[in-house]
């Protein structure tokens, strides 16, 4: 798999506002922000998208993904208003990079349109 710019930021290479870290997994805010709150949740290892994912194999990452989103919310202090976990896969899923994330999104009353 090509290494994307997000093992960069994994590795420190390049600069991010890390709002979440443990062994396993760092999340940070989007660049390119698409709500009040925008961080990406992403595994320290590289698996590039959904379609890699093996239900079983990965079980125990998923669930460490799904743990830190609610950990980040609860930093971001939207845990109990809600938020809103997105998953990009593929090209018509609209992925940029290849490198599995989470979106979290949050801060307002977000709209239901993805087209
Ligand atoms: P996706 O389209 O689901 O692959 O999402 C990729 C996300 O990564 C986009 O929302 C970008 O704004 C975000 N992104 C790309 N480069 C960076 C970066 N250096 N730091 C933070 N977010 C980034």
Redesign the pocket.
């Known amino acids: 798999m090509a290494e994307t ?1 997000f093992t960069k ?1 994994i590795r420190k290479e ?1 600069p ?1 506002q890390i709002v979440y870290e443990t062994d396993s997994i760092l999340a ?5 922000p698409k709500a009040p709150y925008h961080i ?1 949740i992403i595994p320290k290892i590289e698996i590039p998208d959904l379609r890699s994912i093996d239900g079983v194999i990965h079980s125990e990452l998923l669930g460490k993904l799904i743990d830190a989103a609610n950990k980040v919310a609860e930093i971001l202090g939207v845990k109990e208003k809600g938020y809103r976990i997105v998953i ?1 896969c593929g090209e018509e899923g ?4 290849y490198h599995l ?1 989470l ?1 979290l999104l949050a801060g307002k009353k977000l709209g239901w349109n993805p087209a």
């Open positions: 710019i930021i390049i991010a940070f805010k989007d660049i390119n990406l990009n609209g992925q940029e990079v994330h979106h």
